[in-house]
């Protein structure tokens, strides 16, 4: 059966308005975070295999599909407030936040903010490690890479987030999808994560941080303990780095049992 899937919005704290998909009913709620240069289209499929018994949410980041990019402060912390300014709009009170590649990192700055409704954090293909500080050098020359060619650096960043033997038309989708993204708001988002340090808030984190990742890039799950002791990664076989759309049946099976065990009173 069709899920009625609602397009909705809200504002940010600084007054960028924030776009959603919002489909089904129950607890938890399930809040879908997509990745840099991405947008909420990418947890279509969630969103349908959802929402029969959750209230299911994809946002879009500001930036990002929909959503506006008039404002003046970037950052990974304001991107937290901006999911909490959505899930406040919806009156979520148990959450589990799932976070794709930046996303993750959003996540757990939201689940930060969200003292007594997170009842975890869920990485896609993020959190391979943690103890990591993202270089000035290395953001400027990102964003300065899609400033001066957004289609041909975009072309490049995709060919690495897939394994080489991938659906070319998958990659291509994601391309296409990505290529939507303002190159203002890029330069933007890629600027403001100069000298992130992961490890800062994953330490302040006091619910389970959990991933369902890809196996194109080793996820060092002893060394993420050594930051969150209550860490678990899943690793997905010959799998990229956007899973929910590479192999959404399988995807949607481990966001299942995350989501039953993140349940658990226990937590």
Not at 23 to 31: F, K, R, S, T, Y
Not at 218 to 225: A, E, N, Q
Request: charged share 25%; hydrophobic share 45%.
């Amino acid at each position: 059966m069709a899920v009625k899937i609602e397009r909705k919005t809200c504002s940010a704290a600084d007054g960028v308005t924030i776009v959603y998909s919002a489909a089904g009913a129950g607890e938890p709620a399930l809040v879908f975070i997509h990745g840099g240069l991405a947008d909420r289209s990418f947890y279509d499929g969630q969103l349908q295999a959802f929402a029969g018994s959750h209230r299911v949410i994809a946002l879009d980041l500001p930036g990002h599909g929909e959503s506006g990019s008039d404002r003046t402060k970037w950052g990974l912390p304001e991107f937290g407030a901006d999911v909490k300014a959505v899930a406040d709009a919806e009156n979520l009170t148990r959450i589990i936040l799932f976070g794709n590649s930046l996303g993750g990192p959003v996540a757990v700055e939201a689940a930060l903010l969200l003292p007594g409704r997170a009842l975890g954090v869920v990485g896609v293909d993020t959190f391979q490690r943690v103890d990591y500080t993202y270089p000035t050098e290395e953001a400027r020359a990102r964003a300065e890479a899609f400033r001066a060619d957004y289609a041909g650096t975009l072309k490049q960043m995709v060919k690495m987030l897939f394994h080489a033997d991938a659906d070319p038309a998958l990659m291509a989708d994601a391309d296409r999808r990505m290529s939507r993204t303002p190159p203002d708001a890029a330069y933007a988002m890629f600027m403001s994560m100069a000298g992130y340090d992961m490890a800062a808030p994953v330490r302040k984190l006091t619910v389970p941080l959990r991933a369902i990742n890809g196996d194109l890039y080793p996820t060092d799950v002893p060394g993420v303990r050594k930051i969150k002791a209550d860490f678990n990664a899943i690793i997905m076989t010959h799998m990229g780095h956007y899973p929910m759309i590479e192999g959404p049946d399988e995807f949607n099976r481990h966001v299942a049992e995350v989501v039953r065990e993140l349940s658990r009173p226990s937590h």
